[in-house]
């Protein structure tokens, strides 16, 4: 079973929703990668937050625990649920700095989001994939991320471009760096 760590932007882009640092709505394409990408996940796939919460409290902002009205919300609701089978949490340790511990200094470095920190810890902790739909900040450090043994998956592909409507691209896979499910 093939071990996820979900930035939030997956899920808010298979809700159909425009997410906090968007100015413009998703592709169509891009929203049905999120949707196939979760429904695997959630058929097949696990799911790994942190023991501490701070992934799920971010989860909390923008996602519905209901489970509706979106396959983002669904997701969500799965992870409240906590299904053994669907879903894992692994202590994320902090320094003394409030850094995550497992964060290799070289993504600090490069000033990679600090809200996508707890992301990236995770992965490089468990060796898991990172899931990421719509966030540059994943695209625009790809070669330090990469070089420090973080993996990513970009759900919408490579090109920014396809991400959004009224943009010019496609779905285009990326060259390196990106793992199928």
């Not at 196939?36 to 923008?62: C, H, M, N, P, W």
């Not at 739909?133 to 920014?160: E, Y």
Request: proline share 5%; with cysteine.
């Amino acid at each position: 079973m093939r071990r996820w760590v979900v930035d939030t932007n997956v899920p808010i882009v298979a809700n159909g929703r425009v997410g906090p640092n968007d100015r413009l709505p998703h592709s169509i394409e891009c929203r049905e990668a999120a949707v196939r990408f979760l429904l695997d996940v959630l058929g097949s796939g696990k799911i790994l937050v942190d023991l501490e919460g701070a992934i799920q409290a971010e989860y909390r902002t923008y996602l519905n625990p209901r489970g509706q009205p979106g396959v983002g919300d669904r997701f969500y609701q799965a992870v409240l649920n906590s299904a053994p089978h669907h879903l894992e949490r692994v202590s994320l340790p902090r320094r003394h700095d409030g850094e995550y511990a497992d964060l290799p200094q070289t993504v600090i470095d490069v000033g990679f989001d600090r809200s996508d920190r707890k992301f990236a810890a995770l992965a490089k902790k468990e060796d898991a994939t990172v899931a990421n739909a719509t966030d540059s900040d994943w695209l625009n450090h790809l070669d330090t991320l990469q070089a420090a043994g973080i993996v990513v998956h970009f759900v919408c592909g490579c090109d920014k471009n396809g991400w959004f409507v009224g943009v010019d691209g496609g779905l285009n896979p990326c060259k390196s760096g990106d793992q199928a499910i």
